[in-house]
């Protein structure tokens, strides 16, 4: 299962946008990036998804590297409410398993 | 509400106990998941039904026991459990399970065994 690098936390300013990293060397031509998060005493949440082009929802964007080795997770206005951790995952195309990573854990400031 | 619902939120059992975890949806999906999250660590996927039918069994002891009886309906029957077991159960459910469709996750039952 290839594997996913991220920060173990990081601090934003509330009404600023949060550029999360996430790193994929390993990744092959079948594996989709997805984000999801979990806030507080909650389940998991899907973010977005994307395979090769940059992707936007209500929620965030995608931002691909050319070459596929790394995303970004973009907020483009952090809230307390998207205070989280936010996990990067690699998903091979016909499979079924989501191999969750230990994420990043957002803090956002007041 | 996310549309997938666990019972009980909170369950504490003693090591000679017999429970059952519940989860339940209503979005039309036809694959099931457990998972399992320990303190620090990240999500460890337990099983996986697609239409109905195990298709992955992680390598997790028979102490915990799934049981599909249709695509609407998820169990994790448990007995003689260990404290290390303790933990936040997650289900989760896609449309299907060999496509990129998100899951959708419950808000988990946490047990503590005592």
């Known amino acids: 299962d290839a594997k996913t690098t991220q920060p173990n936390s990081m601090e934003s300013n509330e009404e600023e946008p949060v550029h999360l990293p996430c790193n994929h060397s390993?990744?092959?031509?079948?594996?989709?990036i997805h984000w999801y998060r979990q806030l507080p005493s909650q389940g998991p949440e899907y973010v977005i998804h994307?395979?090769?082009s940059n992707v936007n929802n209500r929620m965030a964007s995608l931002a691909i590297a050319e070459d596929r080795k790394s995303s970004t997770l973009i907020l483009h206005r952090a809230t307390l409410r998207d205070a989280a951790v936010y996990y990067c995952?690699?998903?091979?195309?016909?499979?079924?398993?989501?191999?969750f990573g230990t994420g990043t854990r957002l803090k956002v400031l007041a | 509400e996310t549309g997938v619902t666990q019972t009980p939120r909170h369950l504490v059992m003693g090591m000679t106990n017999k429970k059952s975890l519940k989860c339940e949806q209503h979005?039309?999906?036809?694959?099931m998941y457990w998972y399992k999250q320990s303190a620090k660590k990240p999500l460890e996927l337990m099983f996986v039904?697609?239409?109905?039918?195990?298709?992955e069994n992680n390598s997790v002891p028979s102490r915990f026991s799934p049981e599909c009886p249709n695509s609407s309906h998820l169990f994790l029957h448990l007995h003689t459990l260990q404290p290390e077991d303790s933990a936040l159960y997650l289900c989760?459910?896609?449309?299907?399970?060999?496509?990129?469709?998100?899951?959708?996750f419950g808000n988990g039952t946490r047990l503590t065994v005592t």
């Open positions: 994307g395979l090769t």
């Open positions: 979005l039309g999906h036809n694959a």
């Open positions: 989760a459910s896609s449309p299907l399970a060999f496509s990129n469709s998100p899951l959708h």
């Open positions: 995952i690699l998903k091979t195309s016909g499979t079924y398993k989501y191999i």
């Open positions: 390993t990744i092959s031509g079948t594996d989709y």
């Open positions: 039904y697609s239409l109905e039918e195990r298709v």
